[in-house]
């Protein structure tokens, strides 16, 4: 793997991390004000830690490692840069099952928001879609599912065993979100919980937003180390973003916009990559960075014209 392809791996890794976690930064800033500055210092130093060495960077080393125990933690976090060839030959052989559930639940993520999630309407169909037609989520969801089984059964029935996990993983952390948006309410409403029990709160939310990261930093590479350090500096980022930028991130209206469709492209490329279409390295970041700053620019075009008709 050359040098170039490396930062633009690791660089498309960071902004997909701090897209797809700006709705965790805001509910971290929302409930940061109602704790004590000691528990806020203490959440934001061993938070930090917590979120970069022990969710973003166990979690991915744990998924390869249990598509494949045979090769070991050690083997698992080592193989792309590993020189044995029976090492790389049971990552590549494990790489459709990754890519299979991680794009079954970014697909399903995309979806979800599309169809059932209240948003900043960047287009007319959006706006269309979610006001009538958000019962067709599930149908949608149940087709993707049942057409992904149905063509990697017979090939490589683990592939479509990595499908269906996918599909579970993306159903109980929806539900774990769903919890999170009322917990925050209660949370920011009444003071009768201990700063212990909201930093516990903040750092669940953490794991469960960070799958979304997790899986979408397949669709980029599955060498750990890259993902790691990627993902880590995102981690970082946005606990930059918590502590000093939600106002702002909150004025630019399409992020999430932009995130979720690189998030909904991201999910097709990897699984027609599982399906065995070879998709370049490249693709993912310039997608990445395609989708995500034309959202940026629509948003800015909006900001520039609310200015004008309030002057």
Do not use: C
């Given at each position: 793997?050359?040098?170039?392809?490396?930062?633009?791996?690791?660089?498309?890794?960071?902004?997909?991390?701090?897209?797809?976690?700006?709705?965790?930064?805001?509910?971290?800033?929302?409930?940061?004000?109602?704790?004590?500055?000691?528990?806020?210092?203490?959440?934001?130093?061993?938070?930090?830690?917590?979120?970069?060495?022990?969710?973003?960077?166990?979690?991915?080393?744990?998924?390869?490692?249990?598509?494949?125990?045979?090769?070991?933690?050690?083997?698992?976090?080592?193989?792309?840069?590993?020189?044995?060839?029976?090492?790389?030959?049971?990552?590549?052989?494990?790489?459709?099952?990754?890519?299979?559930?991680?794009?079954?639940?970014?697909?399903?993520?995309?979806?979800?928001?599309?169809?059932?999630?209240?948003?900043?309407?960047?287009?007319?169909?959006?706006?269309?879609?979610?006001?009538?037609?958000?019962?067709?989520?599930?149908?949608?969801?149940?087709?993707?599912?049942?057409?992904?089984?149905?063509?990697?059964?017979?090939?490589?029935?683990?592939?479509?065993?990595?499908?269906?996990?996918?599909?579970?993983?993306?159903?109980?952390?929806?539900?774990?979100?769903?919890?999170?948006?009322?917990?925050?309410?209660?949370?920011?409403?009444?003071?009768?919980?201990?700063?212990?029990?909201?930093?516990?709160?903040?750092?669940?939310?953490?794991?469960?937003?960070?799958?979304?990261?997790?899986?979408?930093?397949f669709a980029f590479t599955i060498s750990i180390p890259l993902i790691l350090i990627g993902?880590?500096?995102?981690?970082?980022?946005?606990?930059?973003?918590?502590?000093?930028?939600?106002?702002?991130?909150?004025?630019?209206?399409?992020?999430?916009?932009?995130?979720?469709?690189?998030?909904?492209?991201?999910g097709a490329i990897m699984m027609l990559d599982g399906l065995g279409f070879e998709v370049?390295?490249?693709?993912?970041?310039?997608?990445?960075?395609?989708?995500?700053?034309?959202?940026?620019?629509?948003?800015?075009?909006?900001?520039?014209?609310?200015?004008?008709?309030?002057?």
């Amino acid at each position: 793997m050359i040098l170039s392809e490396i930062i633009i791996i690791v660089l498309g890794l960071v902004l997909f991390e701090v897209v797809t976690s700006i709705e965790n930064a805001i509910i971290n800033a929302d409930v940061l004000v109602t704790m004590s500055e000691r528990a806020r210092k203490w959440f934001l130093f061993y938070g930090i830690i917590i979120a970069v060495f022990v969710v973003r960077g166990l979690l991915p080393l744990v998924i390869v490692y249990l598509s494949n125990p045979s090769i070991g933690f050690v083997n698992a976090f080592t193989a792309t840069f590993s020189s044995d060839e029976s090492v790389i030959e049971i990552i590549e052989s494990s790489k459709p099952i990754l890519l299979a559930g991680g794009g079954v639940y970014l697909v399903f993520l995309f979806l979800h928001w599309l169809f059932m999630e209240s948003k900043e309407y960047a287009f007319l169909i959006e706006r269309k879609i979610h006001k009538h037609y958000s019962f067709w989520f599930y149908t949608l969801a149940s087709v993707v599912l049942t057409v992904s089984v149905w063509l990697t059964i017979e090939i490589n029935p683990f592939v479509a065993l990595g499908a269906v996990i996918g599909s579970t993983a993306f159903f109980i952390t929806s539900g774990l979100k769903h919890s999170a948006e009322e917990k925050e309410k209660e949370l920011i409403q009444s003071g009768g919980l201990s700063d212990v029990s909201k930093i516990l709160y903040l750092e669940v939310i953490d794991t469960t937003f960070s799958m979304d990261g997790v899986f979408g930093a397949f669709a980029f590479t599955i060498s750990i180390p890259l993902i790691l350090i990627g993902n880590g500096i995102g981690a970082f980022m946005v606990r930059y973003i918590t502590i000093r930028g939600v106002e702002t991130i909150k004025r630019y209206r399409y992020l999430k916009n932009g995130a979720m469709y690189s998030v909904g492209f991201l999910g097709a490329i990897m699984m027609l990559d599982g399906l065995g279409f070879e998709v370049a390295s490249w693709v993912s970041p310039i997608i990445t960075f395609a989708v995500v700053g034309f959202f940026f620019w629509l948003s800015r075009k909006e900001m520039s014209s609310e200015r004008q008709r309030i002057a």
